[in-house]
């Protein structure tokens, strides 16, 4: 079901403007007219929220409230168009991104992509657009203002660009001495994306790789290690296993698919940055993002 009801706190999250100053914006230009409940609770609909995310845009382009606040709708509409076509339309774009999700409307998804993709090509729209959109897509999951719903239709959407982008490069042929890097998410982690995307950005670079996905057991990755190949392990975790789990999950792949050979294990991912230095042995690496993660990729060739 299409949410067409949001609280004060919705707009908060959705925005980054506070309630409070919500409320005294209502209060002092009349800005929004929420409705209330029974109970006196504001509520606001659709419109009341495409409007306040203009006005997020404007007041982050430098524009006094005052100044906004005298504007129609419509005259606001068309300052962010302007602003946007003039500066960074990326910030525009995202909130775009958010009305679209909580619409469930794919249109206006595949109409904002493509005016960004036009400007910057894919892998400018994932790391200018995407990347950022999905930060704030999770924090909006933590704090109920988007449901599982929400999450997955956008994340779908997502995924399919990726998908599109990534065929191109895939029916390259490698030798069989070419260097290989084995991409999978750890056992139960199922948030794709981020490793989806550098199976992209290797390919791209004329890389071999083999992408195993979500959920992989690490008795299963061993078989990688034929042919006097050592493969170069990708990892991204996201939320498994748990940040308690970390330790052992290194240990056992060193134990399980290293087995006292020079195996590397790359390591990426928000939860990823709670690894312990102490806790890695010395093949595996955390890096902080993907572009890191890349610039290492020449030297570790060129050493072969």
Known sequence: MIKS???????????????????????????????????????????????ILNVSYLRNAGIKISTIASLSSEEIEAQVRKYAERNNRNDHAIQELKLAMVNFDQEMFQRIYTSVLDEVGFTGVFY?????????????????????????????????????????YQYKHFEATDHVFVLFLPEN??????LLFLNYELLRRGCNTVYLGASMMLDSLPFFKKGGIT?????????QPTEK??????????RKVAKGDD??????????????PSDLSKNQIVFPGITNLLEQIPELITNE
Not at 18 to 44: A, G, M, Q, V
């Open 263 to 276: 195996v590397k294990l790359w390591i990426l991912g928000h939860l990823a940055q709670k690894i312990k």
């Open 128 to 168: 200018n657009l995407f990347v950022p959109f999905l930060e704030e897509l999770g924090y909006l999951w933590q704090s109920k203002t988007i449901n599982l719903a929400h999450e997955h239709f956008i994340s779908h959407l997502i995924k399919q660009k990726v998908l599109v982008n990534l065929e191109k």
């Open 189 to 194: 982690e199922m948030h794709d994306l981020g």
């Open 245 to 254: 789990q970390l330790p052992t999950f290194l240990r056992q792949f060193d």
């Open 5 to 51: 009801k949001f609280s004060i706190k919705d707009l908060e999250n959705l925005s980054g403007i506070k309630s409070h100053t919500i409320r005294i914006w209502e209060k002092r230009y009349n800005l929004l007219e929420p409705d209330r409940t029974d109970t006196n609770i504001r509520t606001y609909d659709l419109s009341m929220l495409q409007k």
């Open 231 to 239: 493969p170069t392990y990708i990892t991204y975790i996201t939320v």
